[in-house]
């Protein structure tokens, strides 16, 4: 049974939201890892396992919302790390 980090899909939502605001910062694979990684390590993970998904994705939602600050916040600061440090190999 898997198990999986639920903040990730949280922080993938967030962050496409923001980038939609901030068409300025790069999007490629590597800067999108990047921001990701970021974001998540700032953040405290949500481990759920795949059975209880389905039930998790109702608290989870209600969580997201009262975490939406925080979450929005270590999206914000990562964004604008990975754009003032891009790691992306250079063509
Ligand atoms: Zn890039």
Redesign the pocket.
Known sequence: MAVVNSMENIVEVALSELLKEDPEC???????N?MKCLALNALPPKYVSSEKGALFSKISNAMAQQRSIDVRVACINALEF?KGH???PID
Do not use: I, K, L
Request: charged content about 15%; glycine content about 0%.
């Open positions: 790069c999007t490629c694979e590597h800067c999108m990047d990975v891009p790691h992306h």
